[in-house]
């Protein structure tokens, strides 16, 4: 199980990137977040999430 934003999810081992397309996120204007440490871009294809770990996915909103 992976938590998600607070929700469990029934998933093993996959990338941050795996995870977002499996979730049917779309990538653009959003930041990542891995057990509470910032996961650069460049690395959602390298960071592993594993089953018990946490992912808060958040994004970018415009106003003011």
Known sequence: MIRV???EH???A???QELLGL???EP???AVA???EIVRRSEWANTK?????SVEIVTAAAGG
Do not use: Q
């Open 49 to 53: 999430v594993l089953s018990g770990d």
């Open 5 to 7: 934003n607070g929700a």
């Open 10 to 12: 029934a998933l093993d």
């Open 23 to 25: 979730l049917e996120i």
């Open 28 to 30: 653009r204007g959003i």
């Open 14 to 16: 996959v990338s941050v």
């Open 34 to 36: 891995h057990n509470g």
